[in-house]
């Protein structure tokens, strides 16, 4: 009896479900690099050419393990061009009694899978991905009868049921969250560790050349590829932050600082989300650092609550609320995502910079991602629908589950409040505060209205006047609206003719 066990994209673990009552002198494993997963949307080349060279390395691990791997190629003569259609041809090339798969990371994925026991007329067993720490029925039921959803809330459970940075029933430190010692601005002159970087093998070189060829109109850089593709070497990137960026992790953790796109981030989430690194060996690394006396607490917690808070908290989300969670919009914004996000051509200096950095590495860090890249279009009012595609491209740590509820919830507020109490939205003043952008800036962070003046600050009121009616009962936002009900008429005016100009001129912004 030959189960056929299929191995996606980002199921590279080898303690993954689908692998796990492996007979290895029986059963075999599929892999198959297809266009249709890598064109629905075109994302970044150094995105797929990071899976794919992390696919074959990890086929490559399971054969001298003794597994037989059918290893499908881009551009193999027979590549069926979907998972489905191959699929189909290893069950009719051999006697297989049933297909064994781990739940994909995206609806629409789980919604072919769960047709195939139909469609293909075998057993298809499509087990739960337990390298979450939260299972989908765990987080159902904590969600179960809450209006809202608080990560906050979400993260103490989180911590009191694995016993994480736990002292007793308490807290170690007295509090749960330590962000007031954290969000500090940059210093001018800091050091920062270089990322831990890998030279291509021969087997990431062939990939590079394919996707060089195959996806030349997609977004994005190839040059001097050096994503870890094997669970070895991202484990040494995870030793490599543990030990030279972890320290200092909470205190920069909001900063932006010009030129410099890794900051004392982990870099971490690539692997995270393909499957070569597990989220809970990620907790124990950090938590034993706090305990050996090498990271200090505000950092370790702050991270730990990165991957044991929001990561598990908002695929929960997605799940629990797909497919309407696609489709909201708040806001009922509509206007098109801007061609800069694209190119980086714009004099906004903040959104050339985290363009600049997407384009090239496929990585840009949070804040970027949430305050200068997302407060963006917020403010601007762009179709969620366009956003979310955009961000689905460019990030090679992106996939639906994750992507979706930062963009749509986290980021545009496009569920009402559902994930976040208030949207973060934001003026200049603030990217001002943790970075040193607005000093080259063609524009003046200081000036609020006319010509030069900083585009954030008038968006940010203007955005606010806008909502005001699905606003103003936000007890968060309170405040801004009581200081918008002292404006004068002129101030209000300008705010609203200054974001009207450059709303209509976006392309030479
Ligand atoms: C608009 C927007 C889009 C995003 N899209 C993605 C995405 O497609 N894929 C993705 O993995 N993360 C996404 N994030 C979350 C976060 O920005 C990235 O996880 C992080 O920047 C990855 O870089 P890092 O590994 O250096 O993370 P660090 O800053 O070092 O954080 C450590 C880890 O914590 C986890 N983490 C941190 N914040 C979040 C979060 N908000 N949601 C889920 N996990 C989190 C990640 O696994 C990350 O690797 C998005 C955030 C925003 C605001
Ligand atoms: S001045 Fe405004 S647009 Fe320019 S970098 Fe600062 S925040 Fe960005």
Known sequence: MTVLRLILGDQLSHQIASLRDIHIDTDIVLMAEVGAEVTYVKHHKRKIAFLFAAMRHFADELRRAGTTVIYRHLDDPDNGGSLESEVK?????????????????????????????STLGIVVELREDDRFLCSLDKFATWADGRRQLRMDFFYRDMRRDYNILMDG???????????????????????????????????????????????????????????????????????????????????????????????????????????????????????????????????????????????????????????????????????????????????????????????????????????????????AGVAPSQVNAWFLIVYADAYEWVELPN????????????????????????????????RECHYKVSQKNGAAACPFNYLYWDFLIRNRPKLQDNARLGMMYRSLDRMDVEKIAAIRHDADQFLAALPEA
């Open 407 to 438: 963009v749509s919830g986290m980021v545009l507020f496009a569920d009402g409040g559902y994930l976040a109490s208030k949207p973060y939205a934001a003026g200049g003043a603030y990217i001002n505060r943790m970075s040193n952008y607005c």
């Open 169 to 379: 029933s308490e807290p170690i430190g007295g509090k749960w969250n330590f962000d007031s010692d954290n969000r500090e601005s940059p210093k001018a002159g800091m050091v920062i560790p270089p990322p831990l970087q890998f030279a291509p093998d021969d087997m990431t070189s062939d990939v590079l050349g394919l996707v060089a060829a195959r996806c030349a109109d997609h977004f994005g850089d190839l040059d001097d590829f050096g994503f870890a593709v094997t669970r070895q070497q991202a484990l040494a990137v995870l030793d490599h932050f543990i030990d030279q960026r972890l320290p200092d992790f909470g205190r920069y953790q909001d900063a932006m600082l010009l030129d410099e796109p890794w900051l004392y981030h982990s870099h971490i989430g690539f692997y995270l989300n393909a499957g070569l690194l597990l989220p809970a060996e990620v907790i124990a690394a950090a938590e034993t650092a706090y305990h050996s006396g090498r990271a200090p607490l505000n950092s370790v917690e702050g991270f730990i609550r990165q991957i044991l808070g929001w990561r598990e908290f908002v695929r929960g989300i997605y799940w629990l609320k797909m497919p309407g969670y696609a489709d909201l919009n708040f806001f009922e914004a509509e206007r098109d995502l801007p061609e800069f996000f694209w190119t980086g051509n714009t004099k906004m200096l903040c959104m050339a910079q985290a363009v600049d950095a997407t384009r090239k590495y496929a990585y840009a860090h949070h804040i970027q991602r949430l305050m200068v890249l997302g407060n963006f279009a917020l403010l």
């Open 89 to 117: 041809q290893a069950i009719a090339a051999r006697q297989i009694s049933k297909l064994v798969v781990t739940m994909p990371g995206e609806y629409r994925l789980m919604e072919i899978m769960k047709s195939w026991q």
